[in-house]
């Protein structure tokens, strides 16, 4: 068992994917059983149904943005709770089996994500190739390895290389540098306690479709001074075309008053607010803000309290 508790831990499936190489970078989750699923909702329903104890999955990528499906089911299909989030450099390889050589290669194996991150690569180096998808990296990196056919190669990451017994024909070979990709791990309930760097994960849904109607939601967050660090709009799925309502990640705990009265005033004035988690964040430190933050806000109590005092 991990020191979390967690036996196992479902993920996006084959091994060797880049979501199973973020799972190993986690040392609390070393010793639970990693077992692969072929699809982002196959990982989810084994969450819900306790199937698994938790779940690991792709949210947003630095060069594709938000991982549509992924962040649409944990709004709308499924009760679970984030309990972190892990970020990892993304470095795609061209792979295929030792002695290949890249002008040898006629057929290239992988997710339609892939290839479109590799895109000037592939039309310089492998204009005649011939482009398959795989429902994974790691699928695309697995069928290369078993199969007799010459010629063939995947785009994966280094781990999948090595797992499959391939060799690296070219290694970073994405359009754009600095490729990040950013996974969760869910779980069926639960809230990780505050750690002073934290991210609060909401969906609200509008209580009418009218002008000012996402001002009004923004004003509660800018009122307290509380950082919106993504926001975006996704359609209800269930009121037809026009009706959307918004999935925002703001800075903060629910532990916090300011955060926790920002969410009772929306849960007030908004048709429905969903909570889907307040978990430790990654990248850089904003303690020091939120401290000034909590401190204005601390005066602003006390110069009220003061005038209160004053009442009768």
């Not at 505050?194 to 939601?217: F, M, N, W």
């Amino acid at each position: 068992m991990s020191s979390t508790g967690v036996e196992r831990v479902g993920f996006l499936g084959p091994f060797g994917t880049f979501t199973q190489q973020a799972l190993r970078t986690q040392p609390d989750l070393a010793t639970a059983e990693h077992l692969p699923f072929r699809t982002v909702p196959d990982i989810l329903d084994a969450v819900q149904s306790g199937e698994v104890d938790a779940g690991f999955v792709p949210i947003e990528n630095s060069i594709e943005g938000t991982v549509n499906f992924t962040q649409d089911a944990l709004a709308f299909d499924y009760e679970l709770v984030i309990q972190r989030e892990v970020v990892i450099d993304i470095e795609h390889c061209l792979v295929a089996r030792p002695g290949t050589e890249l002008s040898d290669v006629t057929t290239v194996h992988s997710i339609p994500v892939a290839t479109a991150q590799c895109h000037r690569y592939l039309r310089t180096e492998l204009p005649d190739a011939e482009v398959c998808v795989s429902n994974s990296t790691a699928e695309g990196a697995k069928t290369v390895a078993e199969s007799d056919a010459t010629g063939i190669a995947a785009l994966a990451p280094r781990v999948a290389a090595e797992l499959y017994g391939l060799s690296v024909i070219a290694a970073d070979i994405a359009d754009h540098k600095g490729n990040q990709t950013r996974f969760l791990l869910v779980t069926r309930d639960g809230v990780p306690a505050p750690t002073g760097h934290d991210k609060t994960a909401l969906v609200v849904y509008q209580r009418a479709d009218e002008p000012g109607s996402l001002i009004s939601i923004l004003q509660e967050f800018a009122a307290r001074r509380i950082n919106l660090s993504n926001l975006f709009s996704r359609p209800t799925k269930d009121g037809g075309l026009g009706d959307y309502c918004f999935i925002i990640y703001a800075d903060g705990h629910v532990s916090d008053d300011l955060l926790a009265d920002t969410m009772r005033s929306l849960h007030a004035k908004q048709a429905r607010v969903k909570f889907v988690g307040s978990y430790p964040a990654v990248g850089d430190d904003v303690e020091a803000v939120r401290a000034d933050t909590g401190s204005r806000w601390d005066d602003a109590d006390a110069w009220l309290a003061d005038i209160r005092k004053q009442i009768g």
